[in-house]
């Protein structure tokens, strides 16, 4: 071992010009795609940013503002904006929905940290005590807080609205659905089977149309729901249907002898799901139940057909509005409609990948 | 499982319990619940603010004043073409006042009441001005735009199988979508009643390009609607606008109805109240046409407001001037 | 010694039988209460029942026909016309998206840097925005912004593009073409036996026969050949311009291109990660040894890799073939003439017969999705046998 000088490798071998290498060109194929997917990303790329960044109108009140633009029209976004995030809830009562929302997402947050102490209860109280709070405040009626009808509900207010009546009525109901349909019973397990397989069987939109034309005629004589309420129904039901099978799924991944055990304990049937078989059902499918949250989130935008004016509503209405008609209004508004949604449903996903993640934790070797 | 959606629905119902009787309803509410349009500039419109402004507005607050002696009394509540009748039939509102027009089969086979015409229109056709067409018989092989659940449709099926032409027509369900398609060219001619055509022209980008050709193509009584069923509703939103019609005839209009309540003449004594207990027989106070007159004006002035010479609509007249005036505008006498 | 004995109504078997009872008594009285309010309530409106409304005269035009249709046809028939649209755009979104989506989801596996991002980026993109969202942009804000009849994009006559839709010749079949359309049948019948017949030929001696020059022969040959026989059975239909927009020729209105084209490409996305996720399932090995055998990565995946996958693809594929043909009933949104934008849309509102249609609406898209339940558990019986547990 003498004199041996170490010789350093090639300098197309590493560092970056030997990633570009290996990832980008490595084979004449892989070359040509590369080539070709950089002149289709310069091609598209920069006109996109262009019309969004640099020639857009960022200022302005009126439509003359954006009436001479070649880009994106921002100020009909911002002069719109309160009605995006309210709706047509009372300008004075807009601190409701603001209280509203800062304790949702403190709430939430507390639940997605992951070193906050006392989930459980966070959990809880989310699932309790801030349904209650927020039906109070946003309705009012109570504690002298004036009426705001349900009619008024709009934006993004009310796509958060439906969302999460929706992802909160539909966990139990799914998992109720989910146990009855591997009961013994057989009435029980009939009854269930039917119900998930003809709600996940038909299409979203024809529930919706349920709930707004045909729902009143099966309400007695004098009974009449709120539009809203009746909507609410419809989309927990159907969404309880899919979280009833990705429920199902979970118990059935759950090995027998968890219940045996448990009536070996002398558990009765609700105590051992109770404490036993759910716990771990749930957690085994905690992943896809997120996914269905982030479904049932997108889905929420349908309420707008049935005349709701939800994000998705408020942006529609908005586009002919007589004071910003232009054709870029309605590309904008489509636009920031949808990066909305995909920063809640990205979000959603992310953590559901954590989640996976962490709870995969114990089976990686 | 059932019983679990029974409480579910017992909880979450924000239900108020009607009785047959809309007038006790309403007088229990504290205002009157009117179905509205989601935007027909001079029918049914809320501003930047949300005030709602226009010809069907105006009769509910009418029938508000009527009731309340509040023109404010009133919570307007949009609904779609498509979802009006199911929403009036629910029991969502006590009026429907939303340009709806007055069929034989609506009155008779969907379980809804017209209590009166309060505009006499023709379903119409809007075109491009570069078109360069004059009649709608011109329109052979075009792509109509219009809404779902209107007469519309059915119209403009009629018309064009009469008279052999090729046309294809596209519905949409909601007004926006309908009116950007419309502008952006995937149509050649928007349909609907000519009074929303002229509402509908103001939402386009431009529109000094767009005209309304002459022909009308069917009878359109547009008119407000009750639940079939509540005689003595339907009398008193059928009087109130009877009321208003009478008023311009016999010449009360806000500015003078105050000094005409010292008219000799009968037929005013009787309208304002002076004569006669034609308001309690509704359930009113006597003077209850005064009220209205005098908060809202007769329909004239109704009229003025919402799509008059003074508005961008500037929609004539027409059919809609008194029967004596050279329109078919005729209310029965009160007495 | 005997089991203790107990009071009857302790008996679990008795206690499910006294549950169920009064499950079924709670459904019924349910069931009673809601049709006696829903028979009182038609009755006060004066709504007509039943469904003998299918047969009454529908009245109204319909935009996209792809069977005879006029406005003197009944309900009934307007429902079929809605059917039909809805399986048309089911059937073209469905093979797009299977496309789009076997490509996104290997590229997502690819080597190349750039591919894998981009598919990703897609993904993520697409699966997070709601397809409403999706579908009204497509139409609202791309497809309207084409130019109209008067200044469209064209190639000669051969493609014409505006907002109208697209415009391409159209081959007509005239009398005695049926001898080419069974010619083509019978080159396509010899070409895949020729193909078999060479793969055994492999199988048994190793020497693969070269017959990539009697593939076209077949194909395109005896079917050439019939044309010339039956004096070019065939005309061109070519879109020109008259009066309002271009006629002739085969026409793609933009409300079908709008909602195909936002499906597939939101379903592709879909079906990308369940390509993924199958191709991730196969075992390591396979891809090593495929390696190791000295196939390039295409050969691999071909004939090695994809169809171990497809066994853990095909289920969640039928389902989002499923999901895709739910979702057409978007097109109500964008004025295309699907069976929920006919029927529980327009007819529903001509004739108020909310609960017939809505059932009869419902009942339709249950069949569908039954007949792909059944189809898929037929498929995995079939293979359930064969293949690990």
Not at chain 1, 2 to 12: D, I, K, L, N, Y
Not at chain 1, 305 to 312: K, Q, V
Not at chain 2, 135 to 157: D, F, H, I, P, V
């Amino acid at each position: 071992m003498s004199g041996t000088a170490f010789r350093s490798p090639p300098v197309h071998h590493v560092g970056a010009l030997g990633w570009l290498r290996a990832n980008l060109f490595s084979s004449i194929a892989n070359s040509i795609l590369t080539v070709l997917i950089l002149a289709l990303l310069a091609w598209t790329i920069p006109p996109l940013l262009n019309w969004a960044i640099f020639s857009a109108v960022w200022h302005g009140t009126t439509r003359a503002a954006c009436s001479d633009a070649a880009g994106a029209c921002w100020p009909y976004i911002w002069q719109r904006m309160g009605q995006i995030v309210y709706g047509f809830y009372d300008f004075d009562q807009r601190w409701r929905p603001d209280i509203v929302y800062a304790l949702g997402a403190v709430g939430l947050a507390w639940l997605v940290i992951p070193r906050a102490p006392r989930k459980g209860w966070a959990g809880i109280a989310l699932l309790t005590l801030y349904p209650l709070v927020s039906y109070v405040l946003l309705s009012g009626g109570w504690f002298g807080l004036p009426v705001v009808s349900t009619e008024r509900w709009g934006g993004l207010l009310l796509t958060l609205v439906v969302a999460a009546v929706g992802i909160v009525v539909s966990l139990p109901l799914g998992i109720l659905l989910a146990l009855g349909r591997r009961s013994e019973l057989p009435v029980v397990r009939t009854l269930c089977i039917v119900f998930i397989e003809v709600w996940r069987g038909v299409p979203m939109i024809t529930v919706l149309f349920i709930a707004s034309s045909m729902l009143p005629l099966f309400l007695p004589d004098g009974l009449e729901f709120d539009k809203l309420v009746r909507a609410l129904i419809a989309v927990a039901l159907f969404n309880a249907a899919y979280m009833a099978e990705v429920v199902r799924a979970g118990l059935q991944a759950l090995s027998r002898g968890q219940r045996e055990g448990a009536a070996a304990l002398g558990l009765g049937y609700w105590r051992a799901t109770g404490l036993i078989v759910l716990p771990q059902a749930l957690r085994i499918v905690l992943p896809g139940i997120v996914n269905n949250m982030i479904s049932m989130f997108k889905d929420t935008s349908l309420v707008s057909i049935i005349g709701f004016f939800d994000l998705l509503g408020v942006i529609q209405a908005g586009s002919t509005d007589l004071e910003w008609s232009n054709p870029n209004t309605a590309v904008t508004g489509y636009l920031f409609a949808a990066a909305i949604y995909w920063a809640f449903c990205f979000s959603m996903s992310r953590y559901s990948a954590k989640l996976e993640n962490d709870l995969a934790a114990g089976d990686r070797r | 499982m059932r019983s679990v959606l029974v409480g579910l629905l017992a909880l979450l119902a924000l239900a108020s319990a009607a009785e047959a009787n809309t007038l006790d309803t309403v007088r229990k509410n504290g205002f009157v619940r009117c179905g509205v349009s989601e935007g027909q500039p001079g029918f049914s419109n809320p501003d930047a603010h949300g005030n709602w402004t226009g010809i069907d507005v105006d009769y509910c607050r009418a029938v508000a004043v009527a009731i309340f002696n509040d023109p404010n009394k009133v919570r307007f509540m949009p609904v779609s073409f498509a979802e009006r009748f199911t929403a009036l039939q629910a029991g969502q509102f006590d009026i429907l006042s939303h340009n709806t027009t007055w069929t034989m089969d609506r009155d008779v086979a969907q379980g809804l009441e017209f209590i009166g015409t309060i505009f006499y229109d023709g379903q119409g056709f809007m075109v491009r001005k570069s078109l360069n067409i004059k009649s709608a018989l011109q329109l052979n092989g075009a792509t109509l735009c219009t809404q779902t659940g209107t007469t519309s449709e059915l119209n403009a099926a009629d018309f064009f199988r009469s008279h052999k032409l090729q046309y294809k027509i596209l519905v949409y369900q909601k007004e926006a979508e309908y009116i950007a398609a419309y502008d952006a060219g995937r149509c050649d001619a928007a349909t609907t009643d000519r009074s929303g055509l002229a509402g509908d022209r103001l939402k386009l980008k431009n529109p000094a390009d767009h005209i309304l050709l002459p022909d009308t193509i069917s009878k359109e009584p547009l008119g407000p609607a009750i639940r079939q069923g509540d005689q003595q509703w339907g009398d008193l939103c059928r009087w109130t606008l009877f009321a208003l019609v009478n008023a311009e005839e016999l010449g009360v209009s806000s500015r003078t109805v105050d000094a005409m309540l010292n008219s000799p003449s009968p037929e005013i004594r009787r309208l304002l109240g002076k004569e006669g207990a034609f308001g309690a027989e509704l359930g009113l106070s006597n003077d209850w046409a005064y009220r209205i007159v005098k908060r809202l004006g007769n329909y004239g002035e109704i009229y003025e407001r919402g799509v008059g010479a003074g508005t961008p609509l500037k929609l004539p007249r027409g059919l809609n001037a008194l029967w004596n005036k050279g329109g078919i505008m005729y209310a029965p006498p009160i007495r | 010694m005997a089991p203790a004995r107990h009071a009857w109504w302790r008996d679990t078997k008795w206690q499910a039988v006294l549950y169920q009872a009064l499950v079924l008594l709670a459904l019924a009285a349910l069931l009673a209460w809601l049709g006696h309010n829903a028979a009182t309530a038609l009755a006060r409106r004066h709504v007509a029942s039943g469904f003998a409304f299918l047969d009454k005269t529908a009245g109204f035009g319909i935009s996209q026909t792809l069977i005879p249709y006029s406005e003197e046809a009944s309900y009934g028939r307007a429902m079929l016309v809605g059917l039909v649209n809805t399986l048309a755009v089911s059937a073209v979104s469905i093979v797009l998206a299977t496309l789009i989506g076997f490509l996104v989801g290997i590229g997502r596996l690819s080597g190349n840097w750039l591919v894998a991002k981009l598919c990703t980026v897609y993904v993520e993109t697409l699966r997070n925005i709601p397809l409403l969202l999706q579908v009204v942009f497509w139409y609202f804000g791309v497809l309207q912004a084409l130019p109209g009849p008067r200044d469209s994009l064209k190639l000669g006559a051969w493609f014409v593009l505006n907002n109208r839709g697209v415009y391409v010749p159209e081959l007509v079949f005239a009398a005695g073409s049926w001898i080419v359309v069974a010619a083509l049948g019978l080159g396509l019948a010899a070409a895949f036996g020729l193909y078999r017949w060479a793969q055994a030929t492999q199988l048994r001696t190793g020497h693969r026969p070269a017959i990539w020059w009697a593939l076209p022969l077949l194909i395109l040959g005896l079917p050439a050949v019939a044309t010339v026989a039956a004096h070019v059975p065939f005309a061109l239909s070519w879109p020109a311009l008259a009066g309002f927009s271009y006629d002739g020729g085969l026409q793609i209105n933009p409300e079908f291109a709008g909602l195909c084209l936002a499906l597939s490409l939101y379903t592709a996305a879909y079906i990308a990660e369940i390509v993924r996720a199958g191709l991730l399932s196969v075992a390591r090995g396979q891809g090593e040894a495929a390696a190791a055998l000295g196939l390039k990565r295409s050969l691999a995946l071909r004939l090695v890799l994809v169809p171990q996958a497809m066994r853990v693809i095909i289920p969640p594929l039928a389902s989002e073939y499923l999901s895709l043909t739910k979702n057409s009933s978007l097109a109500i949104a964008i004025g295309y003439s699907d069976l929920v934008a006919v029927f529980a849309g327009t007819v529903l509102t001509q004739t108020g017969q909310a609960i017939e249609i809505l059932m009869l609406t419902m009942a339709i898209y249950l069949a569908l999705s039954l007949v792909t339940s059944l189809a898929m558990n037929l498929y995995n019986r079939a293979h359930a046998k064969e293949g690990f547990a």
